[in-house]
């Protein structure tokens, strides 16, 4: 089609628009209140200090809260792309400050009960990422580490706290089948005290 001829008015012809995430003002971003453009000054801070980019959580996950119950399908998936930003985008060692933080200002939302789901979805999430990460290990102890860390960060997203103890005793198991079994009951308990950590 180089060289048309004839069939030159049937080429179609378009204008790239081009958005430069990094380079565009946030208060442009923000200037249409869609959470769109709320969720692009994150992505803006993606590599940004840990201080700047919680605020930039705080504030996006608050004017979020704003979308009413005609667009909780809006909401549900703009809190979701949060945790997965934190969860692809930012070091491992800030993931569960980070998604903590989000899920406390959730806790606070008027959607309370939808962030509550919002936290099983994710639970599941986490779940299925930590046996993709034992299957790709391809062994025992890297499923077992990858399980851990799942249930560590389950009941760091559900719980925020979680006491020393169980703690110590989550690192040291060794079961796959226990562990499988824990991670279950983290993802549909709603308290530390329903579950038994000594005999599950």
Same mark, same amino acid.
């Given at each position: 089609?180089?060289?048309?001829g004839?069939?030159?008015r049937?080429?179609?012809?378009?204008?790239?628009l081009?958005?430069?995430?990094?380079?565009?003002?946030?208060a442009?971003?923000?200037?249409?209140d869609?959470?769109?453009?709320?969720?692009l000054?994150?992505?803006?801070?993606?590599?940004?200090?840990?201080?700047?980019?919680? +605020?930039? /959580?705080?504030?996006?996950? #608050?004017h979020i809260?704003t979308?009413?119950a =005609?667009? @909780?399908?809006?909401?549900?998936? !703009?809190?979701?792309?949060?945790?997965?930003?934190?969860w692809?985008?930012?070091?491992t060692?800030?993931?569960?400050?980070l998604k903590?933080?989000?899920h406390?200002?959730?806790?606070?939302?008027?959607?309370?009960?939808e962030?509550?789901?919002?936290?099983?979805?994710?639970?599941?999430?986490?779940?299925?990422?930590?046996?993709?990460?034992?299957?790709?290990l391809g062994?025992?102890?890297g499923e077992?580490?990858?399980?851990? +860390?799942? /249930?560590?960060?389950?009941l #760091?997203?559900k719980?925020?706290?979680?006491? =020393?103890? @169980?703690i110590?005793?989550?690192? !040291?198991m060794?079961?796959l089948?226990?562990?499988?079994?824990l991670?279950?009951?983290?993802?549909t308990?709603?308290?530390?005290?329903?579950?038994?950590w000594?005999n599950?």
């Amino acid at each position: 089609m180089e060289n048309g001829g004839v069939f030159s008015r049937f080429i179609p012809k378009f204008d790239i628009l081009f958005l430069s995430v990094k380079g565009t003002d946030a208060a442009e971003l923000r200037r249409t209140d869609h959470p769109i453009g709320w969720l692009l000054t994150v992505l803006q801070k993606e590599h940004a200090n840990k201080e700047e980019i919680s +605020e930039a /959580l705080v504030a996006a996950v #608050r004017h979020i809260d704003t979308l009413d119950a =005609e667009h @909780i399908g809006q909401w549900r998936r !703009a809190i979701f792309y949060l945790y997965l930003l934190i969860w692809h985008r930012r070091p491992t060692a800030e993931h569960d400050e980070l998604k903590t933080l989000v899920h406390q200002e959730v806790q606070q939302s008027t959607h309370r009960e939808e962030g509550e789901a919002m936290a099983q979805t994710m639970a599941d999430y986490l779940f299925e990422q930590g046996q993709k990460q034992g299957q790709i290990l391809g062994e025992k102890r890297g499923e077992t580490r990858a399980r851990r +860390e799942v /249930l560590l960060r389950i009941l #760091r997203l559900k719980f925020e706290d979680i006491p =020393e103890p @169980i703690i110590k005793k989550v690192t !040291a198991m060794r079961s796959l089948s226990r562990l499988d079994t824990l991670i279950e009951k983290a993802a549909t308990t709603q308290t530390l005290d329903e579950i038994d950590w000594d005999n599950t």
